[in-house]
């Protein structure tokens, strides 16, 4: 995975891990997934769902919280985020 801070990926416009194809066979090759998720890590879940970080991912982002809002983390999950 790729770890990245809530307010990095809110103040650097985060899109999804961006890895050449070859690179992507040798990660198959050694067992790892293609292509990266990014984890984050989020207390409040406040996402903007049209970002760059939801609409440009190629794999599900994992996101980490003591958050028990349980309206936003459906939220998240809809639009295709690992709670």
């Known amino acids: 995975v790729v770890l990245v ?3 990095t990926i809110k103040a650097e416009n985060y899109g999804g891990v961006q ?3 070859e690179i992507q066979q040798q990660r198959l090759t050694n067992g790892q997934c293609a ?4 984890a984050v890590i989020s207390s409040s879940l406040k996402f903007d769902m049209e970002s760059r ?3 440009e991912a190629q794999t599900r982002p994992l996101i ?4 028990k809002d349980a ?3 459906a939220v998240l ?3 295709g985020a690992e709670i």
Do not use: V
């Open 35 to 38: 292509i990266p998720p990014i």
């Open 19 to 21: 890895i050449p194809l």
């Open 64 to 67: 980490f919280t003591d958050n």
């Open 53 to 55: 970080f939801f609409k």
């Open 77 to 79: 999950k809809n639009a």
């Open 71 to 73: 309206e936003l983390k």
């Open 5 to 7: 801070g809530s307010g």
